[in-house]
């Protein structure tokens, strides 16, 4: 996947707020990462969600988490993530990817005409 995950570039290291929590968040996110990469996604659930406990803002968590969401069937949980990571999104293309997770997520809800909007939306994007 040459270090993307369903669109996403990997996004730099962030800064956390205490040294400890900040290190075992990356650990976490760097092994969720591996685990997405090499089709375990229930296991990159896991460690993901660990993360999210230690950096609940970091967007290169959030960004990994509805990717790990949509890849273990929770399209819900899906677009919850999504919902707190696209206000934080500067770049054209991590926009882009964020509109083709939530489209995937509203067709595996089987809202077709919403996710067909949003696929367009990202075409012109």
């Known amino acids: 996947m040459s270090g993307e995950i369903l669109g996403f570039r990997p996004a730099a290291p962030s800064t956390r707020t205490t040294?400890?929590?900040g290190r075992a968040a990356e650990a976490l996110t760097a092994l969720g990462r591996?685990?997405?990469t090499q089709g375990f996604p229930e296991q990159a659930l896991a460690?993901?969600?660990?993360?999210q406990r230690r950096a609940p803002r970091d967007g290169e968590v959030l960004r990994l988490l509805a990717c790990a969401h949509l890849l273990t069937?929770?399209?819900?949980k899906t677009?919850?993530?999504l919902d707190r990571l696209e206000p934080t999104l500067t770049g054209s293309e991590d926009l882009r990817a964020a509109l083709h997770l939530r489209a995937r997520a509203l067709l595996a809800l089987g809202r077709v005409r919403e996710a067909q909007a949003l696929f367009d939306e990202r075409r012109r994007i």
């Open 19 to 21: 040294p400890v929590a």
């Open 34 to 36: 591996l685990y997405l």
């Open 47 to 51: 460690l993901l969600l660990s993360a």
């Open 73 to 76: 069937d929770s399209p819900d």
């Open 79 to 81: 677009l919850a993530v």
